[in-house]
């Protein structure tokens, strides 16, 4: 899929914001890509699983972590087949947004399982979209509603 994507860290700008980086906070180093990350429709070369990809959510109403604030759990796990955590091939991060901004980066290791949390103010409602980058694959993008 075309997108803008930082060439210091690799994010990829969903809200087309070319200025600064919320990552590594360059500024003006986007450049548009065609192959920017894939889609839950690409179909995988040979070795290369979409199934082992693609963020698989979660969405828990009763947040866990902080009780009685409305909160929204939406827990995120990489492949519905549970990616590899080895040190030749692993999640290196995994990048949240809420309809196309955003919010939160969560780096992980070949020791870290490829899954993370996030924890949205109650009310929050939109499009949680994930882009996780594979240290071999690239980067795979998927999005659920939050109502």
């Known amino acids: 899929m075309k997108g803008l994507v930082c060439k210091v860290c690799g994010y990829v700008a969903l809200d087309g914001n070319k200025e600064i980086c919320p990552i590594c906070y360059a500024k003006n180093v986007f450049e548009e890509r065609e192959d920017a990350y894939k889609m839950p429709d690409f179909k995988a ?3 290369e699983t979409e199934k082992k990809h693609i963020p698989d959510f979660t969405v828990v109403e009763k947040c866990g972590l902080i009780p009685g ?27 949240f947004y809420i309809d196309n901004k955003f919010i939160s980066n969560v780096m ?9 949390v996030i924890h949205l103010k109650g009310g929050t409602k939109g499009k949680v979209q994930v882009i996780e980058t594979c240290n071999l694959h690239g980067k795979w993008f998927n999005e659920i509603e939050i109502k």
Request: charged share 15%.
């Open 108 to 116: 992980l290791t070949s020791s870290i399982n490829p899954a993370a």
């Open 69 to 95: 604030t409305g909160c929204v759990d939406v827990h995120v796990k990489i492949g519905e087949v549970l990616h590899p955590a080895l040190s030749e091939h692993h999640i290196q991060e995994i990048t």
């Open 45 to 47: 070369p040979s070795g």
